[in-house]
């Protein structure tokens, strides 16, 4: 069954400090894997896309890795800030098939 | 704004009741897709338009649900007989034919709740 994974489910940090979000898929065949930014009671919007044969992709603060061996992303924000706190959605597609993770909810305190 | 649109953005309504929603899609986005995401989950896919044609659809789309795109550019999802457990919000994305990554741009979404 294509399914994709994300840990942990919730996460709260302070301003200024890193995080990682992980993404685990067992989606085949895999055509490419998004990073998605969803604030609260608005649409997903896209922060990074990798392809099979990428390792990692950089958006700003937003560094996004791919293991494509053992079916693993990562998701590194760099210094957050407040307005980090949100939603962030791995998504695996496969031709024009999309699966959506269910997100880890990041809340970043003063 | 050149994005895409949805509407309403937030719909109350008595079970039992038909309620539609619209998209109107980025201009010369010949994709258009609907999705149904839950509090604390990830958007579910329900059917996916490239024109006016409905190539796809999920088996979350029961027979209560109908979704049309009769010219290729705007998009309804029409919702009968309505439950409580439709209540969610309803989002809808479209994408460019010169995408290869077949890169999707959501819209805001319809936060439907029944009560």
């Known amino acids: 069954k294509n399914q994709v994974e994300q840990s942990p489910q919730s996460l709260i940090i302070l301003e200024g400090k890193n995080c990682t979000l992980q993404?685990?898929?067992?989606?085949?065949?895999?055509?490419?894997l998004r990073w998605y930014k969803q604030d609260t009671g608005r649409g997903p919007v896209s922060l990074t896309i990798?392809?099979?044969?990428?390792n990692t992709k950089s958006n700003g603060r937003y560094t996004a890795t791919l293991d494509a061996d053992t079916k693993q992303s990562s998701l590194h924000i760099t210094a957050s800030q407040l307005s980090d706190s949100a939603s962030y959605i791995c998504?695996?597609?496969?031709?024009?098939?999309?699966?959506f993770g269910p997100g880890t909810r990041l809340s970043v305190l003063p | 704004d050149t994005g895409v649109s949805q509407n309403p953005r937030h719909k109350i309504t008595k079970r039992g009741q038909n309620v539609t929603f619209r998209c109107d899609p980025i201009?010369?986005?010949?994709?258009l897709y609907w999705y149904r995401q839950t509090l604390g989950q990830g958007p579910e896919f329900l059917t996916y338009?490239?024109?006016?044609?409905?190539?796809?659809k999920s088996r979350l789309l029961s027979d209560r649900f109908s979704a049309e795109r009769p010219k290729g550019s705007f998009s309804t999802l029409e919702i009968q007989r309505t439950e409580q457990g439709d209540s969610a919000m309803y989002l809808c994305?479209?994408?460019?034919?010169?995408?290869?990554?077949?890169?999707?741009?959501f819209g805001p979404g319809t936060r439907l709740t029944v009560t």
């Open positions: 993404c685990n898929y067992t989606v085949s065949p895999f055509s490419n």
């Open positions: 990798m392809t099979f044969s990428e």
């Open positions: 338009f490239q024109n006016e044609a409905q190539l796809e």
């Open positions: 998504v695996v597609n496969y031709g024009q098939n999309f699966v």
């Open positions: 201009s010369e986005h010949n994709r």
């Open positions: 994305a479209s994408s460019p034919p010169w995408s290869p990554t077949y890169e999707q741009y």
